[in-house]
């Protein structure tokens, strides 16, 4: 083929994308509506926290774990997604993960016992470990290339959003309920209106999964190749070359080489590569700082210092909008400074962050509140955390690992740096309401700990990925 030729159909491939806009981007946020709900059902409980340690009479200990036990279905979920659309398909893997959020909502709104509402949030977990999977492979698959980069940071933007709009739809429940989270509303307690809620948009999910097409690559895998061509039509235009893109899908999928948990493995009882290290660490430092604290425990930690629960929740809301803008800002300058830079801008702030956190709860409460300068203090430098974190690590993280491992084991490396996260992620989950009895001050200095030692980790091991193509990450 003459590089003439090649351009001509870049053109037309282009065009019929251009032409097809509206039409891919109703099918990509569509898509990221399990990201939508992957951060609303991941934040949802914070505003449950306090009305079940107090319903169930429960000490820090057990609630930790009830807490964080959804994490355990996370992981199982991110696990086996991935086969599970490859057998039988990425839409039906939706819909099952619809479903799944559904019986999430209804059954967490309406426990019998402790140990059922446990196993709600693990299904719901399971429901969000898809989701965190099967988003970005769709959208990636079914985008046309010019415009991959974009649609592909829906997911992302989508569990911001997710987050944002629990806290909001959480603050005006408990304003119903007159500022008690377990004050009644509609026959129910306002926490688990607060959980049941997550229906509405399960339902959605499930509803615009009817309305979106196969991924082509699924169908081709599948030996509908006239169907793909369906597909690519309706999401690239008739114009493109859509032969050509046929051929190219495939000679791809019989390229690849599929990395197992053996190519990971190196030499020089380090067990693993060093560049899988590297992607581990990553992984462990980005929730090892703390962040979902931020959106788990939130509440909690501001009515321990004394803030009214309205208040509280309010608080939960304006950090999460402040998460958004910094991932706003993140997906501007990702491509414009470098991951590496953002990485160690986003270190610094949450160091200071987090440091001025720790003085601010080191003070003992004045009628059980903060005094009013540590209070303020407290309050900004939260958000203040939040903000670095979501235009550096909460971002830069997935760029590198998408980028950052050769072609030959990037698949396996990427599941094992997941699943570092989501361990990570559980033992900070786990252990914070047990830490913050003991001393919420030292909890903080540990977090800030970790954002400090996070800075020389990203300036001895970590490679700027800006501007190589993937075939030289090797």
Not at 121 to 127: K, N, Q, S
């Amino acid at each position: 083929m003459t590089s003439t030729s090649q351009a001509s159909q870049s053109g037309a491939g282009s065009q019929g994308g251009s032409e097809h806009l509206g039409h891919v981007i109703f099918i990509a946020a569509a898509a990221a509506m399990g990201g939508f709900l992957f951060g609303y059902d991941s934040s949802v409980i914070n505003g449950a926290v306090e009305a079940i340690r107090d319903r169930y009479d429960i000490g820090s200990g057990t609630l930790a774990q009830v807490i964080a036990i959804a994490l355990i279905g996370c992981a199982i979920g991110a696990a086996t997604a991935g086969r599970i659309a490859d057998r039988i398909g990425r839409i039906r893997c939706m819909q099952i993960s619809a479903v799944l959020f559904t019986v999430s909502a209804v059954g967490s709104a309406l426990p019998f016992a402790l140990w059922d509402l446990a196993m709600w949030r693990i299904i719901g977990g399971f429901a969000i470990g898809m989701a965190s999977v099967i988003g970005p492979a769709y959208i990636a698959e079914v985008a046309p290339p010019a415009y991959r980069g974009r649609l592909g940071s829906f997911q992302q933007a989508a569990i911001v959003i997710g987050i944002a709009v629990s806290q909001l739809v959480n603050w005006g429940i408990l304003n119903a309920a007159d500022g008690d989270q377990r004050g009644e509303l509609m026959g129910l307690e306002a926490w688990q209106v607060m959980l049941g809620v997550m229906v509405i948009p399960s339902v959605l999910y499930g509803l615009l999964s009817f309305a979106i097409p196969e991924s082509p690559r699924f169908l081709i895998s599948a030996g509908r190749d006239q169907k793909a061509r369906e597909v690519l039509a309706e999401v690239e235009g008739e114009g493109s070359d859509l032969d050509g893109r046929l051929a190219e899908i495939r000679t791809a999928m019989h390229r690849e080489h599929k990395s197992t948990f053996k190519d990971l493995l190196g030499g020089g009882g380090f067990f693993f590569k060093p560049i899988v290290w590297v992607g581990i660490g990553l992984s462990a430092f980005q929730q090892l700082v703390g962040i979902n604290v931020a959106f788990y425990y939130s509440s909690t930690l501001w009515q321990s210092v004394g803030v009214n629960p309205s208040d509280s929740f309010f608080y939960s809301f304006t950090t999460s909008i402040i998460n958004i803008i910094g991932t706003v800002i993140a997906m501007i300058f990702v491509d414009r400074v470098g991951r590496r830079p953002l990485a160690l801008i986003g270190s610094v702030g949450m160091v200071i962050g987090l440091a001025l956190e720790a003085w601010a709860f080191s003070y003992d409460l004045v009628d059980g509140k903060l005094p009013a300068t540590q209070g303020w203090v407290a309050l900004i430098a939260a958000h203040w955390f939040v903000l670095f974190f979501a235009l550096s690590w909460g971002v830069v993280v997935w760029v590198f690992l998408g980028e950052m491992f050769p072609n030959r084991i990037r698949a396996a490396a990427l599941g094992v740096a997941a699943s570092a996260q989501w361990i990570a992620n559980w033992a900070i989950t786990a252990s914070f309401p047990s830490l913050a009895d003991w001393n919420l001050s030292a909890t903080y200095v540990i977090y800030c700990v970790f954002a400090a030692l996070s800075i020389p980790f990203v300036l001895k091991f970590v490679k700027e990925t800006k501007g190589k193509t993937l075939e030289e990450m090797g």
